[in-house]
């Protein structure tokens, strides 16, 4: 008899940490099972390491939203809890945006005005190389000493080429 009630207060305690816990377990799985499968994707083609984080990325957010949701605490405080990580989120879209957008408009902006093309040799402030890329957000150039250097379209709109 004592047995039994020693067991049950036992499972009434820890029953509030059984969502929470396979919750927690279920992202850790998650994130092993992607590390898994960008490790084989990455001996068959080239390392896509934009799209391993951004992947990473949404399952850390998915988790931390359903752990969060599956917390034995109040509707109000899971609410508060919700608003402060979507306030963070925010924030740092904020505060990254500028460069980017900025980046990619010089981006356009260079690629429109047709400055320099691939193989063009080219000198930027300090360095002077030739172009080897030119992306949405940078340009690669290849140094006089054979190291590839990546300069931020931004800025190469700044300085005269």
Known sequence: MIKDISKQ???NFLEPFFEPGLTLILIILFLIL???IFKKMKTVQAP??????TVFFLIVLIGTLVFILSRPIEQNIKGQ?????????????ALSSTTVL?????GIMNNSMNRFRNGDL??????????????AFH?????????F????????????V
């Open 149 to 160: 250097m990546t300069i931020p379209n931004l800025f190469i709109a700044k300085h005269p």
């Open 9 to 11: 207060k036992a499972v």
């Open 48 to 53: 896509t390491t934009i799209t391993r984080r």
């Open 122 to 135: 080219i000198r930027v402030a300090d360095f002077q190389g030739r172009v080897t890329e030119k992306g």
């Open 102 to 106: 900025g980046n990619l408009i010089a």
């Open 81 to 93: 809890i919700l608003s402060f990580l979507g306030i963070i989120i925010s924030a740092g879209i």
């Open 34 to 36: 992607n590390a898994w």
């Open 139 to 147: 340009a690669e150039i290849q140094l006089e000493d054979s190291n």
